[in-house]
């Protein structure tokens, strides 16, 4: 059971957009964390997508983009490409947990 | 450029040790942190703990206290991970990568796959 909760799977049309969610609590969210979120490609190494401040880092599209809201982020992708399919996770820290980096469960992103 | 390199695959029994390095490349050791992450099959990605290349003491994962410890060999711009006392649910891939504290990871190493089974 992960600290933060994204849904397993979700899915869309090239083209479309989706936004997939990440639901802490207020002891990491909530708390005024960072929240950063990472594409990860099978066969690959995860790849930051979103930095402090919601920034991207150079080299990621602004397809992406992060926001967040009390004790929840979202990331949120739009005009979906085929290369989009891979895992996605978000990623904080909560104050609770002995100084604990936490990930969320993943969500799996299908191009249909 | 800056790069993470670990060392490579390993196979190890039941309740052996397996000790994992990682070499950063290309940057200031100094200036970010090292986490150690893993991943096993069809599993998310799992935080296991982090070390200052300054010095202190590690952080570890609750779930890994007591079988986790982490060094760093400054003269060399190498941090270790050794995992005791393996169980075939270890088995999985272990990256190492830089960041701040709280996370935000930019760079990582290649994986190093981690097989336990008797």
């Known amino acids: 059971q992960s600290v933060l909760t994204q849904p397993p799977s979700m899915s869309g049309a090239p083209g479309q957009g989706i936004t997939i969610s990440c639901t802490g609590s207020?002891?990491?969210?909530?708390?005024?964390?960072?929240v950063h979120w990472y594409q990860h490609l099978p066969g690959t190494v995860p790849k930051l997508l979103i930095s402090?401040?919601?920034d991207r880092p150079s080299g990621v599209p602004d397809r992406f983009s992060g926001s967040r809201s009390g004790t929840s982020a979202s990331l949120a992708i739009t005009g979906l490409q085929a290369d989009d399919e891979a895992d996605y996770y978000c990623?904080?820290?909560?104050?609770?947990?002995?100084?604990?980096?936490?990930f969320g469960g993943g969500t799996r992103l299908t191009v249909l | 450029q800056v790069q993470l390199v670990q060392s490579g695959d390993e196979v190890k029994r039941p309740g052996a040790s397996a000790k994992i390095s990682c070499k950063a490349v290309?940057?200031?050791?100094?200036?970010?942190?090292i986490h150690w992450v893993r991943q096993a099959p069809g599993r998310g990605l799992e935080w296991l703990g982090v070390?200052?290349?300054?010095?202190?003491?590690?952080t570890f994962s609750q779930m890994l206290q007591g079988r986790v410890t982490m060094t760093r060999d400054t003269s060399t711009s190498t941090v270790y991970m050794e995992l005791s006392s393996l169980r075939p649910e270890d088995t999985g891939f272990y990256y190492c990568?830089?960041?701040?504290?709280?996370?935000?990871?930019?760079?990582w190493g290649q994986g190093t796959l981690v097989t336990v089974s008797s």
């Open positions: 402090v401040n919601n």
């Open positions: 207020n002891s990491n969210i909530g708390a005024g964390y960072d």
């Open positions: 990568t830089r960041g701040l504290y709280s996370g935000d990871y930019d760079y």
């Open positions: 990623q904080s820290y909560d104050q609770h947990l002995s100084g604990s980096v936490v």
């Open positions: 290309g940057y200031t050791f100094s200036t970010y942190y």
């Open positions: 070390i200052n290349p300054n010095g202190g003491s590690p």
